[in-house]
């Protein structure tokens, strides 16, 4: 504690003497200040229509109001709502769009990850020039400068890893599936080994490595639809992903996708699927499971002793349009 602060806390006695008003209040206060603070933002999917702009703007307002503000933001995927269709000037326009309101609205700096939604002309292969490369995920690299759609960085002693989920799949009802690729996995596994151990880590994908929210309907209704052990809901090698995960002092694997909010510990990983910042698409908060998740966001903050705390902010967003008639 720097000698000003012990100032302000203290008191003078009728002799003249300063004691502290409260030693515990004092070393509490300091003991649960974090080491840093970061921003989870998952499920933009900015757009024009339902005032997502606007819902976007006061996501990011509430995020530079935060006490402590945060070092950065993490985004989970959707970043955008959405570029899949075959028109290049819908993506192209809401990238920029996306851009700008970070830009006009925000000096924290923004990790990019990508989503489903973010992934240009997935669904409409047929229509489309898929040497094109601004095709697929070169339309997202493009205006974000990504060199590549996963890598890492440090903050503070943590390892970051932001991972591209999304692989796209030959005959299925979705044009993609949730996991890794062969050579992303490579890289994961070759710079977690060159790591050193003891320095802590956070993943994030859009799709979960693990979650429940999957859970949407039960299995007699979905059939060879009920695709928690795989397909687009989550991760089909989740024990393996965990097992590497935990073997490597990753702390926290953050997600998004379902816009719903679960927690889950299994080993030394903590798993939070992160709810979304535009709740149910603009619509309002997202009922599709019965269960209402607000429009919001992570907050994470880091202590010095390798642990964590988070919390999901609901940023007061109202949404303009509550129903799709
Ligand atoms: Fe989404």
């Not at 921003?39 to 757009?47: E, K, R, S």
Request: net charge negative; glycine share 10%.
């Amino acid at each position: 504690m720097f000698r000003r602060d012990f100032l302000k806390a203290a008191t003078l006695t009728s002799a003249g003497l300063m004691i502290p008003t409260s030693f515990s209040q004092l070393a509490t206060a300091e003991e649960t200040k974090p080491l840093f603070r970061f921003v989870h933002l998952t499920d933009i999917h900015v757009q024009p229509e339902r005032g997502g702009s606007a819902g976007m703007t006061k996501c990011l307002q509430a995020v530079e109001a935060l006490d402590p503000k945060p070092d950065f933001i993490l985004t989970g995927g959707d970043l955008i709502y959405d570029a899949g269709g075959p028109e290049y000037n819908r993506g192209n326009q809401l990238f920029q769009l996306y851009k700008h309101i970070i830009a006009d609205h925000t000096g924290v700096p923004v990790y990019h990850c990508v989503g489903n939604h973010d992934v240009f002309g997935w669904s409409r292969k047929a229509e489309l020039d898929t040497k094109n490369p601004l095709f697929g995920k070169g339309l997202m690299q493009d205006h974000l400068e990504l060199e590549k759609t996963y890598y890492a960085f440090d903050h503070n002693g943590w390892r970051f890893y932001v991972l591209d989920s999304i692989q796209p799949t030959v005959e299925k009802r979705y044009k993609y599936t949730a996991g890794l690729d062969e050579e992303q996995l490579a890289w994961l596994q070759a710079d977690l080994a060159a790591k050193p151990a003891e320095t802590p880590a956070v993943v994030v994908t859009q799709f979960p490595i693990l979650t429940v929210t999957s859970l949407r309907k039960q299995p007699e209704k979905l059939g060879e639809d009920f695709y928690v052990a795989g397909g687009p809901g989550m991760f089909s090698n989740s024990l393996e992903m965990g097992q590497l995960l935990h073997k490597h002092n990753v702390r926290l694997a953050l997600s998004g996708h379902l816009h719903e909010i679960d927690r889950i510990e299994r080993g030394n990983v903590t798993y939070i699927c992160d709810g979304a910042v535009c709740g149910g698409w603009w619509y309002g908060p997202n009922i599709d499971s019965g269960f209402e998740v607000q429009e919001g966001f992570g907050v994470i903050d880091v202590h010095s002793d390798g642990t964590f705390d988070h919390h999901y902010v609901d940023y007061g967003w109202e949404a303009v349009k509550t129903s799709k008639g």
